[in-house]
């Protein structure tokens, strides 16, 4: 039997999880493995607090280099968040030559390539499971399940806060304010809130996606990012109307040998399985030339489902199995889709004045920059003066929504700001 021992850096809910199901399932993971993981050391700044679990104090410490450098401690977990002093700290346990087991997607996605050529330098591998999906084995499938694939796309919904205000806008006909405020109550949102709601830790998500999807650490500026602050009741309930559900969507894809890459609040049809995912869960939909299309879904955060992927990759270093490294450098640059090329459907909310004329105005600066229109939809009730107009485009180029909708805001019959948001028919 080959023990192992971990040093877990950072112990907040992930860290006081990943201790709880080791020593829960220990002997049920030597017995499979022939391995048996033991906590050597844990470093925090607060080693006062309870978290839930019993530690011998003698393994606790406010300083992490002390378990980085201990040489009796075999595997570093780091869980502490944020980027500077994570950087540092994976970069001394990949030049001690010790594997290393993270959950940090803001550090892999502003300084991925750093870490992937560090590791494959020191031979130290880098693991990261837990950083995208939470409990859902997503990079394992990609790394592993998907190898003999080229990836046509992938589908993400992987904030599970946007997804819960979503769900509750729609079933309780609330508002975004009102129920980004229980979020936070109820712990579902931090505060501030604008990681989550501005889309930031979705591309974060999006970014490793990527990178392990196409073999070449993306940056985050290649990714156009839109989150669902502010989003109004009426835009679900349009989209309701239309057959349509609003989820914020990740978006890979590639196009004619390029990769277009965004993030931003999408319309579902109602009947795809994405649209299905409700509350605070996740779901990755992955499309491989060879296999078509599959379905990840699950929690994706959370003390234990988090925990749980975190101790799947330290069993997977502990074994000496490559982390991904590799894979991540098999090519230097990826050819990045220009964003303002890339060919969309959208819905368009307009605010218009109640006069005869004003859908033919609108229609002509469409059709001016390109944009034909799929249907119309005129709601009865009227706002003061002003009436709400849907319309559903067929395809045409971002390049194109953006000088139209620039014009369209401009006109004497438009009040306040037009509303957009890409239709995604996943074909």
């Known amino acids: 039997m080959k023990e192992v021992k971990i040093g877990i850096l950072g112990f907040g809910t992930v860290g006081a999880g990943v201790v709880e199901g080791i020593l829960k399932n220990g002997e049920l993971m030597s017995q499979r493995t022939g391995i048996l993981p033991s906590i050597g050391k844990i470093a925090d700044l607060d080693i006062e607090s309870d978290r839930g679990v019993k530690v011998d104090a003698s393994l606790l410490t406010t300083n992490a280099f002390s378990v980085i450098d201990d040489p009796e401690i075999d595997v570093i977990v780091e869980l502490v968040g944020g980027v500077k002093a994570a950087k540092d700290f994976v970069l001394r346990a990949l030049k001690n030559g010790k594997p290393v087991v993270t959950a940090n997607k803001a550090l892999l996605a502003e300084a991925g390539r750093e870490l992937f050529e560090a590791s494959a330098k020191s031979g130290a591998g880098l693991y990261f499971e837990a950083s995208v999906g939470g409990g859902i084995p997503v ?4 790394r592993d399940g998907l190898v003999g694939n080229q990836i046509k796309s992938i589908y993400g919904i992987l904030n599970g806060t946007c997804n819960y205000i979503l769900t509750r806008m729609e079933r309780e006909g609330l ?6 405020a229980e979020a936070q109550k109820l712990g579902y949102a931090e505060t501030p809130p604008d990681l989550d709601i501005d889309g930031l830790d979705t591309a974060h998500k999006a970014v490793v996606l990527a990178s392990l999807a196409y073999g070449a650490p993306v940056p985050m500026d290649a990714f156009t990012v839109e989150g669902i602050r502010g989003l109004s009741h009426r835009e679900i309930e349009y989209a309701d109307d239309l057959g349509y559900r ?3 969507l990740a978006v890979i894809r590639e196009v004619a040998g390029e990769i277009e890459m965004r993030v931003e609040p999408s319309l579902v049809p109602q009947d795809h399985l994405l649209a299905s995912v409700h509350d605070a869960f996740n779901a ?10 599959t379905l990840h879904y699950g929690r994706g955060a959370g003390r234990l489902p988090t925990a749980s992927a975190v101790i799947g990759d330290i069993m997977e270093a ?3 199995r490559d982390g991904g490294s590799a894979w991540l450098l098999a090519h230097k640059k990826l050819p990045i889709h220009n964003p303002q090329e890339v060919s969309i459907r959208c819905y368009l909310r307009l605010s218009l004045k109640d006069q005869p004329d004003v859908i033919a105005q609108v229609a002509h600066v469409l059709g001016k920059n390109n944009i034909s229109i799929g249907a119309v939809m005129q709601k009865e009730q009227n706002v003061g003066e002003q009436v709400p107009v849907v319309f559903l485009t067929h395809h045409a180029l971002e390049k194109n929504f953006v ?3 620039k014009e369209i805001a401009a006109l004497d019959v438009v009040d306040g700001e037009p509303v957009r948001m890409a239709i995604e028919d996943f074909e």
Request: net charge negative; hydrophobic share 65%; glycine share 10%.
């Open 318 to 320: 502990a074994a000496g």
């Open 246 to 248: 609003i989820k914020l």
């Open 139 to 142: 990079l394992r499938a990609l």
């Open 284 to 293: 990755v939909f992955v499309e491989g030339d060879v296999v078509g299309e």
């Open 175 to 180: 508002e975004f304010d009102a129920v980004l």
């Open 403 to 405: 000088a139209a909708m």
